[in-house]
């Protein structure tokens, strides 16, 4: 028997027509999955490279003995700035106590200084400044900072903006630790 060519046609557009909707449906169902996957290798991309920011320690030495709540805030703020640099902070504020007795575990001040870590001194004012109360600290690249905690104060409080020592605090140790990144 021969199938003429009007038959193999019709024969070929009903195999067509039934098979368009499989095929429709099976290239629907390949890319839904390849986009799913491909969100989901995107979020891990992205999670990996915000694991790929330094992460800075810095040692808090609290001379002045600010109140735990200030040096929060000021912390705070300096990690918000440095932050935006894509720095990660942590913080460890350091006992100003004799350690006697006190095991590296127990106390991760008395650890070895690391390339990451940087000591950070908040003092009440300069010694011998020459400056007066315009230089609000200084770095020694690359691993030590300090701070002058009453010059923020006063600073604040000619400007009637005493609430604003934290800022004014945090802002002058992210530039201090930010020199370090600059030139380290």
Excluded at 25 to 35: A, D, E, T, Y
Aim: proline share 5%; aromatic share 10%; glycine share 10%.
């Amino acid at each position: 028997m021969k199938i003429g060519r009007e038959q193999r046609r019709a024969f070929g557009e009903g195999l067509t027509a039934r098979r368009m909707p499989w095929l429709r449906l099976s290239l629907s169902m390949i890319v839904g999955w390849l986009g799913t996957v491909g969100c989901v290798f995107t979020e891990n991309a992205f999670a990996q490279a915000a694991d790929l920011s330094p992460t800075i320690r810095v040692r808090v030495y609290n001379y002045v003995k600010a109140s735990p709540p200030m040096l929060a805030r000021v912390e705070r703020e300096a990690g918000r700035i440095l932050g935006e640099a894509g720095l990660r902070m942590v913080w460890l504020d350091c006992p100003m106590e004799h350690f006697g007795g006190v095991h590296i575990e127990q106390n991760p001040c008395l650890e070895p200084l690391e390339a990451t870590d940087i000591v950070l001194r908040v003092l009440s004012e300069a010694t011998q400044n020459k400056f007066q109360d315009t230089v609000f600290g200084f770095a020694v690249v690359p691993i030590f900072a300090t701070v002058y905690y009453d010059y923020a104060v006063l600073a604040g409080k000619r400007d009637n903006a005493e609430f604003e020592v934290p800022v004014i605090l945090g802002c002058v140790i992210a530039h201090g630790l930010g020199s370090r990144r600059e030139n380290g």
